[in-house]
C-alpha cells in the first residue's frame, strides 16, 4: 500500500507542471526540483537516461490508446454497430490503456529507485502542497437543480 501510495505520488510529479514531451514534465532538469531535492548530476543523467530508454515505447502505446479510442468513438457512433462491435471496442482500449499503464507505472519506479529515501519524502511533500494548490484554485462546480 505504501509502495503503491509512493509510486502514484511520483507518478504525478512526473506529470505536474505540463508536457515536455508527450508522456509529461521532465522534473529532473527543472532547478526548482534538483534545488529542492538535492538532485546530483548524476542521478539527473541517470533519470534521463531511463526517461529515454521507455520513451519511445510510452509514445507509441499512447498512440495506439489513441487510436483504439478513436475507432470505438467511430463505433458507438454508428447506429448500425452491434453490441459485440462495441464491446471489441472497448476491450482494445482498455488493453491499450493498461499496458501504457504499466509503462509509465515501471518509468515511475526506475526513477524512483535513483533517489535517495530522503528525496523521496520530499517529492512526496513537493507532491502533497501541489495537490493542495491545485484544490484550492479549482472553482466549485454549481449544484445540479433537481428536475434536470
Same mark, same amino acid.
Given at each position: 500500500?505504501?509502495?503503491?501510495?509512493?509510486?502514484?505520488?511520483? %507518478?504525478?510529479? &512526473?506529470?505536474?507542471?505540463? +508536457?515536455? /514531451?508527450?508522456?509529461?514534465?521532465?522534473?529532473?532538469?527543472? =532547478? !526548482?526540483?534538483?534545488?529542492?531535492?538535492?538532485?546530483?548530476?548524476?542521478?539527473?543523467?541517470?533519470?534521463?537516461?531511463?526517461?529515454?530508454?521507455?520513451?519511445?515505447?510510452?509514445?507509441?502505446?499512447?498512440?495506439?490508446?489513441?487510436?483504439?479510442?478513436? %475507432?470505438?468513438? &467511430?463505433?458507438?457512433?454508428? +447506429?448500425? /454497430?452491434?453490441?459485440?462491435?462495441?464491446?471489441?471496442?472497448? =476491450? !482494445?482500449?482498455?488493453?491499450?490503456?493498461?499496458?501504457?499503464?504499466?509503462?509509465?507505472?515501471?518509468?515511475?519506479?526506475?526513477?524512483?529507485?535513483?533517489?535517495?529515501?530522503?528525496?523521496?519524502?520530499?517529492?512526496?511533500?513537493?507532491?502533497?502542497?501541489?495537490?493542495?494548490?491545485?484544490?484550492?484554485?479549482?472553482?466549485?462546480?454549481?449544484?445540479?437543480?433537481?428536475?434536470?
Amino acid at each position: 500500500m505504501v509502495l503503491c501510495r509512493l509510486v502514484c505520488a511520483l %507518478a504525478v510529479c &512526473l506529470l505536474m507542471v505540463g +508536457p515536455a /514531451s508527450a508522456q509529461g514534465f521532465k522534473w529532473w532538469q527543472s =532547478e !526548482r526540483f534538483q534545488r529542492e531535492l538535492a538532485l546530483t548530476a548524476d542521478q539527473s543523467t541517470r533519470l534521463e537516461q531511463v526517461f529515454q530508454a521507455l520513451q519511445p515505447l510510452l509514445q507509441a502505446q499512447k498512440a495506439a490508446l489513441d487510436k483504439h479510442e478513436a %475507432a470505438l468513438s &467511430l463505433v458507438v457512433a454508428d +447506429p448500425k /454497430s452491434e453490441e459485440a462491435q462495441v464491446l471489441m471496442a472497448v =476491450e !482494445r482500449v482498455e488493453a491499450a490503456r493498461g499496458e501504457l499503464a504499466r509503462s509509465r507505472t515501471l518509468l515511475t519506479f526506475r526513477m524512483r529507485r535513483i533517489l535517495t529515501t530522503e528525496q523521496h519524502v520530499k517529492m512526496q511533500a513537493m507532491h502533497e502542497q501541489w495537490s493542495r494548490d491545485r484544490r484550492s484554485r479549482q472553482t466549485p462546480r454549481p449544484a445540479n437543480k433537481p428536475g434536470r
